[in-house]
């Protein structure tokens, strides 16, 4: 499946985005989704995942509360809906997507090695 990202852009702290992740293939709604981040100068982390069947959500502590992730299949859009947004957010967005179906446990802390599809990031600046 190719990804392609969109709804980057500059926000206030406090303020809300919503990033959208547009799939092609019609096999999009047997792939778990996801959403990385990565900041300045350090390593590519783990967001929010939303596993294909039961739709099952997962997020990592820093957004756990304030971010929300969803899936249209017929649309074959995941979005991430980030609400009250603060300087410490500001990163590139980066959405994926992998037809391996994984326990709970590692959708709960996975790794970018465990996505086999990206797109091709959007960046999300947070201002003081």
């Known amino acids: 499946v190719q990804l392609q990202a969109s709804g980057g852009g500059l926000v206030q702290a406090g303020g809300s985005r919503r990033l959208s992740c547009i799939g092609s293939g019609r096999s999009f709604n047997i792939y778990t989704l996801a959403w990385f981040r990565q900041a300045p100068g350090k390593d590519r982390e783990f967001a929010a995942a939303?596993?294909?069947?039961?739709?099952?959500?997962y997020y990592s502590d820093p957004v756990k509360g304030r971010f929300t992730i969803s899936r249209d299949n017929a649309k074959n859009t995941v979005y991430l809906q980030m609400n009250s947004l603060q300087p410490e957010d500001t990163a590139v967005y980066y959405c994926?997507?992998?037809?391996?179906?994984?326990?709970?446990?590692?959708?709960?802390?996975?790794?970018?090695?465990?996505?086999?599809?990206w797109g091709q990031g959007t960046l999300v600046t947070v201002s003081s």
């Open positions: 939303i596993r294909y069947g039961t739709g099952a959500t």
């Open positions: 994926a997507a992998e037809r391996l179906k994984y326990s709970a446990y590692v959708l709960a802390r996975p790794i970018y090695t465990d996505f086999g599809s």
